[in-house]
């Protein structure tokens, strides 16, 4: 079955501080991985895309990395800011219409 | 550029009543659309999808439809809510390329049945 596991559920952090999620996954065949942030009552909007052959991908303060072979993925925040807070989504594509979503991680960022 | 609308924005509704939910794209020909349904702390899931005006193909069996009147408008329907139906509702749009089914989300439509 395919399937996307995310961990922690949920975090609060200090602004300024460092954070990183988890993505571990049984998709197969594998196409990419896309890191998505949700804002609350909004939809997902794409922060990162890897294919099998990409290990690391950065966008701003956002690093996403891929480890194929045991099928895990991770996300790190650098020097979070309160705009960070939203929900982080792991998202799977086999290369067709049927993507495979994580439930995603709520991360709160205080002040 | 592309853009994505939806609505209505929110939306309560009484168990038994209809629902019509829209969705249209602007700036892309032929995109392959996309329903979804997002509960709290759980994945979204996948409803309908559709490759062309009057083309649905439905991934879950409930008491819900799909259709696609024209090529960048695609419209979910019920004809009778039940309180299950509550959620946040997302519609999509990609075009197949180099990698793979890249899917833009819009803003949402949050449905509550009481």
């Known amino acids: 079955k395919n399937q996307v596991e995310q961990s922690p559920q949920s975090l609060i952090i200090l602004e300024g501080k460092n954070c990183t999620l988890q993505?571990?996954?049984?998709?197969?065949?594998?196409?990419?991985l896309r890191w998505y942030k949700q804002d609350t009552g909004r939809g997902p909007v794409s922060l990162t895309i890897?294919?099998?052959?990409?290990n690391t991908k950065s966008n701003g303060r956002y690093t996403a990395t891929l480890d194929a072979d045991t099928k895990q993925s991770s996300l790190h925040i650098t020097a979070s800011q309160l705009s960070d807070s939203a929900s982080y989504i792991c998202?799977?594509?086999?290369?067709?219409?049927?993507?495979?979503f994580g439930a995603g991680t709520t991360v709160t960022v205080r002040a | 550029s592309q853009t994505i609308h939806q609505w209505p924005a929110t939306l309560v509704q009484p168990v038994g009543s209809p629902l019509s939910l829209e969705c249209t794209v602007e700036?892309?020909?032929?995109?392959?659309l996309y329903w979804y349904r997002q509960a709290a702390g759980r994945g979204l899931q996948l409803l309908f999808y559709?490759?062309?005006?009057?083309?649905i193909s439905s991934e879950v069996p409930q008491n819900l439809s799909a259709s696609r009147p024209q090529d960048r408008q695609f419209i979910l329907s019920s004809k009778k809510l039940l309180l299950s139906d509550s959620g946040f509702y997302l519609c999509?749009?990609?075009?197949?390329?180099?990698?793979?089914?890249?899917?833009?989300f819009g803003p949402g439509t949050r449905l509550t049945v009481l």
């Open positions: 999509a749009w990609s075009v197949l390329g180099g990698l793979g089914d890249t899917q833009y």
């Open positions: 993505c571990n996954y049984t998709v197969s065949p594998f196409s990419n």
């Open positions: 700036g892309t020909s032929n995109p392959n």
């Open positions: 559709s490759v062309g005006i009057g083309q």
């Open positions: 890897m294919t099998f052959s990409e």
């Open positions: 998202v799977v594509s086999r290369g067709d219409y049927k993507l495979s």
